[in-house]
């Protein structure tokens, strides 16, 4: 199988300047993305999603599931707890091996992860450290009315245990048998020393997973397979080939459970940051959960007589973090007419909204007949409606937070049942009936 080349000799086009400030700005600006907690201050590494923002979101989110799941007769979903038994993580080797090393700056009493500042600290410059220490990413919390060790519990750091504790369950109600696979979108906690970057890197983030259960023998052709579907599912919402690149993992770099991790990055204004790995996680979680539960979760194949433990083949995405790649990949700066505009090139499937429409006037019965076009295309597209401020500037705003295509009602629909399409990146302007509008919009919006 033929993969894409790791380390593209490609670099990215050069970006716009403060890129990164001009994105964070229209997230806020436009109902993106907010800051958690803003009118106390924040609470630094949480953000919640806005009216725009959540749609957008719910698009990444639905985009995987369609491509990873309703588009393949081999794999099923799963929505495990997010509490979970301690025994879980015990068995996973999470609670001994989930660690970043720490540091202190005994200057100003910042912590970093060593692995990520050198020998002195990006706050004061200080040379001054302590030695790293291991600190573990889990957040521990408590179940029931009294906090002792007998009701620890964890919010789950991966999406992943929740398929593997499940997998006995799903072979049984599924009657799929390797390869096959399970996969899960949901909230995922990990108290990060440092987190930064927008939401890049956060606390509390949402993931899109897949454990590929597989004969051990074809563990390397699986694993190829999803490096290679994974980059495309990218490139085909529209993400610029050359602002990506995969990256296999060195040895010294690998989890405890991987054999071999791939990883799709994206070229940030910062620099390369991972998107999404793709791991050979081997048969260690089904083998360590069986040891730890008693449990028996081998494979019997029937065909051959035979048992064993299947190895995994993990695609894990973040999906905040690829939905924030997708807005700066989108960003864009040009000229229409003479007048500067922002514009989001958003993949139609991904745009918060599909279409706007947009009455010329906010005199009856313009947006009379405006909402009676709304009506009509609601059913089958997320969609806008904005009656105020000049046409000119509707349009801007619409280019501005992505929508592909905005329906303007102009008083000329009103004698012959027809509006005009324009198209977000071209301007191009287009003539419709009122009548086939929605096969229209369809048509162009599944091109």
């Known amino acids: 199988m033929e993969l894409p080349t790791p380390y593209p000799a490609l670099m990215a086009q050069e970006r716009i300047p403060d890129l990164m400030d001009k994105v964070v700005s229209l997230c806020k600006r436009r109902g993106f993305i907010f800051q958690s907690a803003e009118i106390y201050g924040g609470f630094r590494s949480t953000y919640d999603y806005g009216p ?3 749609e957008m979101l719910r698009h990444v989110k639905d985009a995987w599931w369609r491509e990873v799941v ?4 081999d794999v099923v979903g799963i929505d495990a707890a997010i509490l979970s038994s301690p025994r879980i993580w015990q068995a996973s080797g999470h609670l001994a091996n989930f660690t970043d090393p720490l540091v202190d700056c005994r200057s100003c009493k910042e912590r970093w992860r060593a692995d990520h500042i050198g020998d002195h600290c990006p706050k004061c410059g200080s040379t001054d450290l302590t030695s790293a220490r291991a600190f573990n990413l889990m957040f521990e919390t408590h179940v029931g009315p009294v906090s002792d060790a007998s009701s620890a519990a964890y919010l789950r750091p991966e999406t992943a245990q929740g398929m593997f504790i499940n997998f006995a369950n799903v072979l049984q109600t599924s009657r799929k048998a390797p390869p096959f696979g399970i996969a899960q979108i949901g909230k995922s906690f990990r108290n990060e020393i440092t987190p930064g970057n927008f939401v890049f890197r956060t606390r509390e983030f949402e993931q899109m997973e897949m454990e590929f259960f597989v004969p051990p023998d074809q563990a390397d052709h699986w694993h190829e397979h999803w490096i290679s579907e994974r980059h495309r599912w990218y490139v085909g919402l529209g993400m610029k ?18 054999t071999a991790t791939t990883d799709v990055e994206y070229l940030f204004p910062w620099g390369w940051g991972e998107l999404e790995g793709i791991a050979n996680r081997t048969d260690f979680d089904l083998r360590a959960h069986a040891k730890a539960s008693g449990e028996k979760l081998e494979y019997f194949d029937q065909a051959s007589g035979a048992r064993y433990y299947p190895y995994v083949i993990e695609p894990a995405a973040g999906a905040t973090r690829a939905m924030m790649a997708f807005l700066i990949d989108a ?13 989001l090139r958003l993949h139609p499937r991904l745009a918060p909204y599909s279409v706007a429409v947009l009455p010329l006037s906010k005199k009856e019965p313009l947006p009379a007949l405006a909402k009676e076009v709304l009506s009509l295309i609601q059913p089958y597209f997320v969609c806008d409606y904005d009656e105020t401020q000049s046409i000119g500037r509707r349009y801007r705003r619409q280019d501005e937070i992505g929508t592909p295509y905005v329906v303007t009602v102009d008083f000329e629909s009103i004698d012959d049942r027809r509006v005009t399409i324009r198209e977000r990146d071209t301007t191009q302007q287009d003539r419709i009936p009122i009548d086939s509008l929605a096969k229209e919009l369809t048509a162009r919006l599944s091109g």
Do not use: A, F
């Open 331 to 343: 960003y864009d700066e040009d000229s229409i007419g003479g007048e500067q505009r922002t514009v």
């Open 70 to 73: 309703q588009m393949r007769h």
């Open 241 to 258: 080939e050359e602002n990506l690149r995969l990256r296999p993992h060195d040895k010294d770099e690998l989890s405890h459970y991987s």
């Open 52 to 54: 725009l923002g959540v």
